[in-house]
T-cell receptor, first 113, second 110 residues
Framework: DAGVTQSPTHLIKTRGQQVTLRCSPK?????VSWYQQALGQGPQFIFQ???????QRGNFPDRFSGHQFPNYSSELNVNALLLGDSALYLC????????????FGPGTRLTVT | RKEVEQDPGPFNVPEGATVAFNCTYS??????FFWYRQDCRKEPKLLMS???SGNEDGRFTAQLNRASQYISLLIRDSKLSDSATYLC???????????FGSGTRLQVQP
């Protein structure tokens, strides 16, 4: 049973560039949430996707956008990268009927220089 | 004020010791509570849910005090493998997101 997978594992970008991160949820899960974890902090909620729609959004600017595909996989896009966007980006999958149990992927470590 | 507050530690304890972490949350409407464990440079993993009546899972005991809005985690007979960061997590009524504390770092020493 495949768990949550994310790609790429690591990424280095320059300020002003755009980045796309990818996530495949755990088999059978239909909901994907994205979190940003800065060094020394807990993960912060970015947004959640279900049925290919953004269902809830955290306190992040519009530079952060996402998408969910019919196969439940998801992408996180960040435009106009800032140095402060450097973080571990975590994807969590769950079932819509049981949102309490979220399973996290290994994350993508983004460094903006 | 942060929504979920934890002492960052580190807590340095010898093997076999008992250690307790507390966490406070600000939203009285919070509905669900969890402890997650995160190893260095890895993803968070659910350790246990926290129920109003308190619950135990082996060496781990979690308790919830709704009146005082705090959650605790007790680890008995600490093992070297317990060394990690422990994240306190709440979910508010009507919200889909999990709100994480910054974590408490535990280092168990031989």
């Amino acid at each position: 049973d495949a768990g949550v997978t994310q790609s790429p594992t690591h990424l280095i970008k320059t300020r002003g560039q755009q980045v796309t991160l990818r996530c495949s949820p755990k088999s059978g899960h239909d909901t994907v949430s994205w979190y940003q974890q800065a060094l020394g902090q807990g993960p912060q909620f970015i947004f959640q996707y279900y049925e290919e729609e953004e269902r809830q959004r955290g306190n992040f600017p519009d530079r952060f956008s996402g998408h969910q595909f019919p196969n439940y996989s998801s992408e996180l896009n960040v435009n106009a990268l800032l140095l402060g966007d450097s973080a571990l980006y975590l994807c969590a999958s769950s079932l819509q009927r049981n949102p309490y149990e979220q399973y996290f992927g290994p994350g993508t470590r983004l460094t903006v220089t | 004020r942060k929504e979920v507050e934890q002492d960052p530690g580190p807590f340095n304890v010898p093997e076999g010791a008992t250690v307790a972490f507390n966490c406070t949350y600000s939203n009285s409407a919070s509905q669900s509570f969890f402890w997650y464990r995160q190893d260095c440079r890895k993803e968070p993993k659910l350790l246990m849910s926290v129920y109003s009546s308190g619950n135990e899972d082996g060496r781990f005991t979690a308790q919830l005090n709704r009146a005082s809005q705090y959650i605790s985690l007790l680890i008995r007979d600490s093992k070297l493998s317990d060394s990690a960061t422990y994240l306190c997590v709440v979910r508010d009524t009507g919200r889909r997101a999990l709100t994480f504390g910054s974590g408490t770092r535990l280092q168990v020493q031989p």
